[in-house]
Structure formats: C-alpha cells, structure tokens
C-alpha cells in the first residue's frame, strides 16, 4: 500500500513568509525515509523557486500569493508552486557547459534554477498568460 503525504500552503509574495514554507516542508520531510542529505537538498530546491517568486514580486513591487503544494508518496515527492507572476524562465536545449556559461552572464537568481535543475529528476513549468504561472518540481525517491 502506498503512503501518500499531501499538504498546502498558500502565502503572499514577502520574504517574511518564507519560513512558514520553510516549516511545512520540513514537517512533510520528516515523515519521509529518506537521508537527511537528500532532505536538505529537497529543501533548497524549493525553496530556490518560492524565494525567486517572492524576489521577483518585490523587485515589480507586485502583490500576489504563492501556493505551495507537497505531494509524497513511495516513490516521488513532488513540489507543485503556484502563482500569478511571470517569474520563470526556463532556457531549453542549453547542456551543462553552455548553462554554466550563461550562469557567469546572468542575475544572481538564475544561480537558483541552476540549483533546482541539478537536485531534481524532473522540472515542469507551465504558464497560462492572464491566470498563473505552475512550477513542478518532482524528484524520484
């Protein structure tokens, strides 16, 4: 039988709430067999990506929530953000070489995504102009 762990939190766009998500991951994490290395890591993945929201809508001066969905079960934990800004940009067709390349030119936020793609299996971003942005972050347990 598969255990399944659900839980959400929906905050504003203010670095004061980063540790509210912070929390929720760590309590979900922690009834989780998994290492405390790939715990960590986990961690920093989405938090990279909740803290790129909260750095953009400051840096646009715009108000908006983000929610946080944690889905566990035996085999994946998968970390589903949501919001209402344009925050993510996602360069396809780039190999490790020419990211690293880019990374030495780019904002310090791309470091983030860099980050995020070296920790996770999987990495999906769907934006509905005028609705929200949908990040996926799934990593095979």
Do not use: W
Not at 5 to 33: D, M, W, Y
Not at 81 to 86: A, C, E, K, W, Y
Not at 111 to 120: A, E, T
């Amino acid at each position: 039988m598969t255990k399944l762990i659900q839980k959400t939190i929906s905050k504003p766009c203010h670095p004061k709430f980063l540790n509210e998500v912070r929390g929720l991951l760590g309590e979900t994490l922690a009834e989780v067999p998994i290492s405390r290395r790939d715990k960590d890591l986990l961690i920093l993945a989405v938090d990279e990506a909740v803290s790129s929201v909260v750095q953009y809508a400051r840096f646009k001066n715009l108000q908006s929530q983000v929610t946080l969905t944690v889905d566990i079960d035996d085999v994946r934990f998968k970390a589903t953000l949501t919001d209402s800004l344009n925050v993510f940009e996602m360069r396809g067709g780039l190999n490790e070489t020419q990211m690293a390349e880019n990374l030495a030119r780019e904002k310090t936020y791309t470091m983030g995504i860099f980050l995020i793609r070296q920790i996770m299996d999987e990495i999906s971003y769907v934006y509905r102009k005028g609705f929200q942005n949908e990040l996926e972050l799934i990593k095979f347990l």
